[in-house]
């Protein structure tokens, strides 16, 4: 969408209520039919809206704009590390470039790029509602021209979006935790209170949700949790102030990627997607994040025939392995484990994994059941024909915890099974279990 040259300003007076901003939002989206709302607080915080016909088709901006872009990849089983980028110049609304592309190339489905582009908007007008009394202008921008060629568009109602976020925000503020935004890192003010107010597994749990490094929407992500159950369960320990809250910083501004060519000169709109082959990626351990260009492709980080080899992260702690064709599953772990000084490298090719086990050498092996070309049961027993890895630990990952498939897990060499959906405080029980560690103490913070 290109902006008009001239912007029309309306003035907030502070102290404006979530449902006064709300109408005021609505009333100028569908009298201006197609352009972009820019509002801006006194601390100079910003969100776009950009709307069409008159409806809300795309939000960003805010303080955690690169968090809930990965957010967005992660919802729909997307690697951020996997989208890259070429060019330096790209549309502001970048992020609803790279879901119409990734559908144009098949790699998505229609319907889940229309709900992750409805989390999207959802959560920033959540941002922009709770921010409310703090808003004191908005900038209206208009434009003939639609937000891009996208062959998929939510066209939501900004009556709906808005009730939504508002309802949400309500709830919100009845579970507790009103006064904080969600994206604010909850962290533990005293391990050793917490430890006499809380039984030995929930003090995992907490021990390894709550690291200061994710954001309540992180971990409400991680644990497929909705905010209001979140708070609802951290309300007890803020109350008795053994949880404190902290701002926590967005990714960094991404850097372009090195390309072949120079394309700046091309006028093909196919220079704006993604392509087809397959390049080395960047490591996992630091994934960046993505931003502007016209031009984006996905590096899958173990594509079939590539040389490239994921890279653990840089603790010095036992080495655990993934072996996953889903990317989330890897991410999790990483969430749940690093913190606690762990090594984590995940592997999506199972044709790739053997070799990179042998180099490896890990402590410890989360192996999935169902994948593509080669399953669990095969690759397990691959790796127990390798003398070095003959005594390696291997859980085996599954969403059919039977008791067949618990047998033959044990028959080709697994010495545990761990169901799907990966729940954190199961995976450190585990790892408890067979690796002989003592998960690195965690300096406790707490807001001034």
């Given at each position: 969408?290109?902006?008009?040259?001239?912007?029309?300003?309306?003035?907030?007076?502070?102290?404006?209520?979530?449902?006064?901003?709300?109408?005021?939002?609505?009333?100028?989206?569908?009298s201006?039919?197609?352009?972009?709302?820019?509002?801006?607080?006194?601390?100079g915080?910003?969100?776009d809206?950009?709307?069409?016909?008159?409806?809300?088709?795309?939000?960003?901006?805010?303080?955690?704009?690169?968090?809930?872009?990965?957010r967005?990849?992660?919802?729909?089983?997307?690697?951020?590390?996997?989208?890259?980028?070429?060019?330096?110049v790209?549309?502001?609304?970048?992020e609803?470039?790279?879901l119409?592309?990734l559908?144009k190339?098949?790699?998505?489905?229609?319907?889940?790029?229309?709900?992750?582009?409805?989390?999207?908007?959802?959560?920033?007008?959540?941002?922009?509602?709770?921010?409310?009394?703090?808003?004191?202008?908005?900038?209206?921008?208009?434009?003939?021209?639609?937000?891009?060629d996208?062959?998929?568009?939510?066209?939501?109602?900004?009556d709906?979006?808005?009730?939504?976020?508002?309802?949400?925000?309500?709830?919100?503020?009845?579970?507790?935790?009103?006064?904080?935004?969600?994206?604010?890192?909850?962290?533990?003010?005293?391990?050793?209170?917490?430890?006499?107010?809380?039984?030995?597994?929930m003090?995992?749990?907490?021990?390894?949700?709550?690291?200061g490094?994710?954001a309540?929407?992180?971990?409400?992500?991680i644990?497929?949790?909705s905010?209001?159950?979140?708070?609802?369960?951290l309300?007890?320990?803020?109350?008795?102030n053994?949880?404190?809250f902290?701002?926590?910083?967005?990714?960094?501004?991404?850097?372009?990627?090195?390309?072949?060519?120079?394309?700046?000169?091309?006028?093909?709109?196919?220079?704006?997607?993604?392509?087809?082959?397959?390049?080395?990626?960047?490591?996992?351990?630091?994934?960046?994040?993505?931003?502007?260009?016209?031009?984006?492709?996905?590096?899958?980080?173990?594509?079939?025939?590539?040389?490239?080899?994921?890279?653990a992260?840089?603790n010095?702690?036992?080495?655990?392995?993934?072996?996953?064709?889903?990317?989330?599953?890897?991410?999790?772990?990483?969430?749940?484990?690093?913190?606690?000084?762990?090594?984590?490298?995940?592997?999506?090719?199972?044709?790739?994994?053997?070799?990179?086990?042998?180099?490896?050498?890990?402590?410890?092996?989360?192996?999935?059941?169902i994948?593509?070309?080669?399953?669990?049961?095969?690759?397990?027993?691959?790796?127990?024909r390798?003398?070095?890895?003959?005594?390696?630990?291997?859980?085996?990952?599954?969403?059919?915890?039977?008791?067949?498939?618990?047998?033959?897990?044990?028959?080709?060499?697994?010495?545990?099974?761990?169901?799907?959906?990966?729940?954190?405080?199961?995976?450190?029980?585990?790892?408890?279990k067979?690796v002989?560690?003592?998960?690195?103490?965690?300096?406790?913070?707490?807001?001034?």
């Amino acid at each position: 969408m290109t902006s008009a040259s001239t912007e029309t300003v309306y003035p907030l007076n502070p102290g404006t209520n979530p449902l006064q901003l709300t109408g005021i939002i609505q009333q100028v989206i569908q009298s201006e039919i197609n352009g972009r709302l820019n509002l801006v607080t006194q601390s100079g915080q910003q969100w776009d809206l950009y709307f069409q016909l008159g409806r809300i088709v795309w939000a960003s901006g805010g303080e955690h704009r690169f968090r809930r872009w990965h957010r967005v990849l992660r919802q729909l089983g997307i690697s951020p590390a996997s989208i890259q980028m070429r060019e330096k110049v790209l549309p502001p609304q970048w992020e609803h470039l790279v879901l119409s592309v990734l559908l144009k190339r098949n790699r998505l489905k229609r319907e889940d790029v229309q709900r992750a582009i409805e989390t999207n908007i959802t959560e920033v007008l959540f941002d922009v509602l709770q921010a409310s009394a703090y808003i004191t202008q908005m900038g209206c921008n208009i434009s003939q021209q639609n937000i891009d060629d996208s062959p998929v568009t939510v066209l939501g109602t900004p009556d709906d979006f808005m009730s939504q976020a508002r309802n949400m925000l309500k709830a919100w503020q009845l579970g507790g935790l009103g006064d904080y935004s969600p994206n604010f890192a909850p962290v533990i003010t005293s391990h050793e209170v917490l430890k006499k107010h809380a039984s030995p597994q929930m003090y995992v749990t907490l021990v390894s949700a709550l690291t200061g490094k994710s954001a309540l929407r992180d971990i409400a992500l991680i644990k497929r949790q909705s905010l209001t159950d979140l708070a609802l369960f951290l309300r007890p320990y803020v109350e008795k102030n053994l949880l404190a809250f902290q701002p926590i910083a967005d990714f960094p501004a991404p850097v372009p990627k090195s390309s072949g060519g120079d394309r700046r000169g091309s006028d093909r709109r196919d220079t704006a997607v993604p392509s087809d082959r397959r390049e080395k990626p960047p490591s996992p351990a630091a994934p960046p994040p993505p931003s502007g260009s016209e031009a984006w492709k996905e590096a899958g980080t173990s594509a079939p025939g590539g040389n490239a080899e994921p890279t653990a992260t840089t603790n010095t702690g036992p080495l655990i392995v993934c072996i996953d064709d889903s990317p989330q599953v890897g991410y999790i772990l990483e969430q749940v484990l690093v913190p606690l000084g762990y090594q984590v490298l995940s592997i999506q090719d199972p044709i790739q994994a053997l070799s990179i086990l042998m180099r490896r050498k890990p402590d410890f092996i989360f192996l999935d059941l169902i994948m593509p070309v080669i399953n669990g049961y095969e690759l397990c027993g691959q790796i127990r024909r390798v003398s070095s890895l003959k005594e390696t630990p291997i859980a085996i990952l599954t969403g059919n915890d039977g008791v067949v498939d618990r047998v033959r897990a044990k028959m080709v060499g697994a010495n545990d099974f761990l169901g799907k959906p990966v729940v954190p405080e199961k995976v450190l029980a585990v790892l408890q279990k067979h690796v002989q560690y003592q998960p690195a103490p965690m300096a406790a913070s707490a807001v001034a």
